[in-house]
């Protein structure tokens, strides 16, 4: 593993804060991919930011801005334009799945960097993830493991592949991911209400791991 030069945003305690109402259950982080480097003058006096999300009823990012301006315009508009990539499980109140708007407190750290390329395969509800899994054991693709589910009752299914810094998800996780061989998967992974197979891509330069 290498000590990455570049700085990475990372989420301080993970907190959520409703703007709009409040939900039985929180949306949680999926999916994201890496946010651009810091400026070393601002990253080295570690600053505190927070970022306002809007989250659809499905979990996807509708939009999102900074709470207060870091004075750096042309990073705020590249990071913006990554968090709007991210995906979180949706929000509940009862039974029905409700768009919010969240505050997501973040901070600027140095870290080992662990970039992997991934394939991920979201599924709403555990039934949906085990027929996906079972294919997998049978030989079937991942990219067309989609088109082989049945449609009715299962949820939804939703494919995301690319570079992904995975020293934001849990440790638990980032070791299942990291002990992937090339093409390898996981077994379903429940992450808020979904359940998650990611899948770590071949033929990929893969650093920091």
Not at 132 to 148: R, S
Not at 171 to 183: G, P, V, W
Request: charged letters at 25%; a neutral charge; glycine letters at 6%.
């Amino acid at each position: 593993m290498r000590t990455s030069v570049a700085v990475v945003l990372m989420f301080a305690g993970c907190t959520f804060f409703s703007e709009t109402q409040n939900p039985d259950t929180l949306p949680e982080l999926v999916f994201r991919t890496s946010l651009p480097e810091v400026p070393s003058d601002w990253a080295y006096s570690q600053p505190k930011m927070e970022v306002l999300f809007e989250i659809s009823r499905t979990g996807e990012v509708l939009g999102a801005r900074f709470v207060n301006a870091t004075g750096y315009e042309l990073w705020e508009a590249k990071a913006l334009e990554e968090m709007k990539r991210w995906r979180f499980s949706p929000a509940h109140l009862g039974q029905d799945s409700v768009s919010v708007w969240v505050r997501l407190p973040i901070a600027v750290r140095f870290t080992d960097q662990k970039v992997i390329f991934l394939a991920q395969l979201i599924c709403t509800d555990r039934a949906c993830a085990d027929s996906a899994h079972q294919l997998l054991i049978l030989g079937h693709p991942f990219e067309n493991i989609v088109e082989k589910l049945p449609g009715s009752g299962l949820g939804t299914y939703e494919k995301y592949i690319g570079e992904t810094d995975i020293s934001a998800y849990p440790r638990e996780l980032q070791n299942e991911i990291k002990q992937l061989k090339e093409s390898g998967y996981t077994r379903p992974i429940r992450i808020g209400d979904s359940y998650v197979i990611f899948k770590r891509l071949a033929n990929k330069h893969i650093s920091g791991v």
